[in-house]
């Protein structure tokens, strides 16, 4: 199981984010998780914001066994004066739905489904730790919470106070590093769209790397003979595409996985499809191994440490603390959701999102 390497330090991190955003979740009750690594912080920043409760659902996983992760968490809530307010449970999160004022969509509480979103309290609230545009409808039944009038906004991450995307090209300049690609003077194809991708460039661009940036919603087309010979001799392909659900690199849509045979390119995988099987066949490396779906991280901010996790998720709270307290206020789904907007790193959903 991951822990927090430098748990002093996370103390401070969480301390300095609850004060920066004025976090205040007195007389109120949180569903989150109860995970490992970085994803620990979550009920601890929420305890230490004086919430009454917080009710953090655990699991087994990859990551972790969810006694080990409940046994970490308790100890790191001791540590800190909050063991009081922290429940860990092994239920299944909607359980506990009638029993709380804010949700949190992270892992373990997900999918956020009728069952449990019928048994939510009329003046509850549904906060997300991400930009709306990540939205995945097998996540959050927007429809059933529009239904029963339970408000549910977004975490703008490029808030001043957040600029959570820059931690991604972090993450990737690691990867290269880890690779033994330099970046610097080395020929990296970047391909992905929005803030990951521009911010990825960003990043690759101010440590010397000769980059090649590719958008997948402009002009996608693999055949374009043109480009396979500005990029079929890279060190480095950088995938870092959070919309696109078609394959960006090898099946019918994605770039021929044959452009880069026999000469080292590695092939760095933030976000986005890949048709792993048939890396093994054109010999390239790929890193991280694992297999993940399209609009899911290969692997995530914490890579490069704890901060961007505890700025987000508690930015995400108080997403979460302003819902609930307008939803007290206004007794409206709406008035709920302008208030919010103003008050916290709040971000709307488009019309076509739900």
């Known amino acids: 199981m991951r822990k927090i390497e430098n748990f002093s330090r996370a103390k401070r991190l969480m301390q300095s984010a609850i004060t920066d955003f004025s976090l205040d979740l007195s007389g109120i009750s949180v569903l989150t998780e109860a995970a490992s690594g970085a994803f620990a912080t979550t009920p601890l920043i929420a305890a230490l914001s004086g919430a009454d409760r917080v009710i953090a659902v655990a699991k087994d996983s990859s990551y972790g066994m969810a006694s080990e992760v409940e046994e970490y968490i308790e100890g790191c809530a001791r540590s800190l004066g909050v063991e009081e307010r922290i429940e860990i449970s092994t239920q299944p999160a909607y359980e506990h739905a009638d029993s709380v004022d804010l949700v949190t969509n992270l892992g373990f509480v997900r999918p956020i489904d009728e069952r449990l979103i019928h048994r939510l309290p009329d003046d509850a609230a549904i906060a997300l730790m991400w930009e709306t545009w990540e939205f995945r409808p097998e996540d959050i039944d927007l429809r059933a919470c529009r239904k029963r009038r339970i408000p549910v906004l977004g975490t703008w991450e490029s808030h001043p106070r957040l600029q959570i995307f820059r931690y991604v090209g972090l993450v990737a300049l690691k990867l290269l590093l880890e690779a033994s690609i330099e970046v610097f003077r080395s020929k990296i194809l970047l391909i992905g769209s929005g803030p990951l991708g521009q911010e990825t460039k960003r990043v690759l661009q101010s440590n010397g790397a000769d980059l090649t940036h590719l958008d ?32 960006i690199l090898g099946g019918e849509t994605g770039l021929p996985l044959e ?49 961007p996790v505890i700025d987000l998720h508690a930015g995400g709270l108080k997403v979460g603390e302003a819902l609930v307290r307008g939803m007290r206020l206004f007794h409206n789904m709406d008035e709920a959701i302008r208030y919010a907007l103003a008050n916290s790193p709040a971000m709307d959903f488009e019309e076509e999102a739900g």
């Open 216 to 247: 997948p919603w402009e002009h996608w087309n693999r055949h374009h003979l043109d480009l396979k010979e500005g990029i079929q001799d890279v060190d480095a392909v950088v995938l870092a595409e959070h919309r696109a659900r078609f394959s």
């Open 259 to 307: 452009w880069f045979d026999d000469h080292g390119a590695v092939i760095v995988h933030l976000c986005g499809k890949i048709e792993d099987e048939e890396l093994e066949d054109h010999r390239i490396h790929k890193i991280p191994a694992r297999k993940v779906e399209p609009g899911y991280m290969a692997v995530t901010t914490d890579y490069v440490g704890p901060r």
